[in-house]
């Protein structure tokens, strides 16, 4: 098991907790996310953590798969996804490269508040190209922690970078800028099609992306 699994394994039954305080950022997600799903769709919630936001998309899309490379979270979306009764959300272990999951397999793929956290997220985007139908969407957001932050959360912030220096935490934070989040699209086979900025403490960025019709190698051959 890796350092970053352990982390969030540690802090999975405390999650949903924790997370109340992004209540506005994630109504604001949420929203905007909404205009892009269809009935039809087969949707992959990347980095699904407890499951919150597929439950609360699951009833706009054909059907959501979320994966999660905690153990414990996916056990937490399990429990609430038994309690829900919601019948149309999977949850798995699993990262991107899960043999499970096929190449133009899914119409979209979400991934909220997880490309900070990833130690490669440019590999991660090309393996979502992969992973998406010609046509398809990604969206996402990201905390831009190069960007306009509460005073609170800059200490909140520091504090974890501490906590780095004497390893009590694991070094799997990316302080990006909303540039920085836009780079990682260049040359690929995901186009940027919408931005927005949302603020509640921390600057959050949210993109949606489509994949290229007919450009599926430049997935491949992006760097
Ligand atoms: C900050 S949480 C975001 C969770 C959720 N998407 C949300 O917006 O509330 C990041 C999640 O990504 C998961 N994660 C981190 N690295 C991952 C990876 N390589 N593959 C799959 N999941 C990962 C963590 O376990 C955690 O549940």
Do not use: F, L
């Given at each position: 098991m890796t350092r970053a699994e352990k982390f969030w394994d540690r802090i999975a039954d405390s999650y949903d907790q924790t997370e109340d305080r992004f209540e506005t950022l994630h109504v604001q997600a949420m929203e905007h996310t909404k205009k892009h799903l269809q009935a039809g769709h087969v949707v992959l919630d990347y980095g699904c953590a407890t499951g919150g936001k597929a439950f609360e998309l699951?009833?706009?899309?054909q059907h959501i798969q979320g994966i999660d490379i905690s153990s414990n979270m996916i056990a937490g979306a399990q429990r609430n996804a038994a309690a829900r009764n919601i019948q149309n959300v999977t949850f798995a272990q699993a990262t991107l490269f899960d043999e499970r999951y096929a190449d133009e397999s899914f119409d979209v793929v979400m991934a909220f508040n997880i490309l900070h956290v990833l130690p490669d997220a440019r590999q991660a985007l090309r393996r979502i190209a992969e992973l998406l139908k010609p046509g398809g969407l990604f969206i996402s957001t990201t905390p831009c922690l190069r960007e306009k932050q509460a005073l609170a959360s800059r200490l909140q912030l520091s504090v974890y970078l501490a906590l780095i220096v004497v390893r009590l935490v694991p070094n799997i934070l990316t302080r990006f800028t909303f540039a920085d989040v836009d780079a990682l699209f260049a040359g690929g086979s995901l186009q940027v099609i919408e931005t927005r900025v949302f603020y509640h403490q921390v600057s959050s960025y949210f993109v949606v992306a489509q994949k290229i019709?007919?450009?599926?190698?430049l997935a491949h051959n992006a760097h």
């Open positions: 699951a009833g706009h899309v019709q007919g450009t599926e190698n």
